[in-house]
């Protein structure tokens, strides 16, 4: 991928299998010696932005109403309702691209970032309630997440018949 900014011209790479992106200056590549003046700075993990995106989640497929994890220091978080369909994680939200993006392996165990539909990998949750799903980015070139459900109070309004009041429910 080619990106323009004010600052100048570069190309992304995406390593898929090992979870690494790189932005160089145009016309260099991963491996390339890089004049020291001419390297990119490190990614700070707490400007990293993340989107919310898939059937599974309340915003479905609609790019403009993705919903944003929360930054602190590189742990992004999100909080929310999750239905056992497709969902994945949008680095940026910008109208018509849907990718680059990371989504859960199937089994559950890793992140994957995909840059392309070739790439497109579907975890579900294994029933609908609501999840928080967090990724520790600290270490930018091995993010790690975890998914868990949302923990809730029941409480039941009136009294059970049984043993403890002879039958009676009232």
Not at 46 to 67: A, P, R, V
Not at 142 to 167: H, K, Q, R, Y
């Amino acid at each position: 991928i080619n990106l323009h900014s004010p600052e100048g011209v570069y190309d992304v790479y995406f390593d898929e299998a090992n979870l690494k992106v790189w932005v160089m200056k145009a016309g260099y590549a991963p491996g390339d010696e890089v004049p020291e003046d001419e390297q990119p700075e490190p990614v700070d993990p707490s400007t990293i932005e993340l989107y919310m995106l898939g059937s599974g989640c309340s915003t479905g497929w609609k790019l403009n109403d993705m919903t944003k994890f929360e930054n602190n220091n590189g742990i992004l978080t999100w909080t929310g309702y999750l239905k056992p369909e497709e969902f994945r994680f949008p680095l940026q939200k910008v109208a018509g691209t849907w990718w680059p993006c990371y989504m859960i392996s199937p089994d559950g165990q890793s992140l994957v970032l995909g840059h392309d539909d070739g790439d497109k990998v579907v975890y579900t949750v294994d029933y609908p309630a609501t999840y928080t799903i967090t990724i520790n980015a600290t270490d930018v070139e091995n993010p790690t997440f975890t998914i868990e459900p949302v923990e809730t109070a029941l409480s039941l309004v009136g009294t059970l018949a049984g043993d403890n009041n002879g039958w009676n429910n009232t």
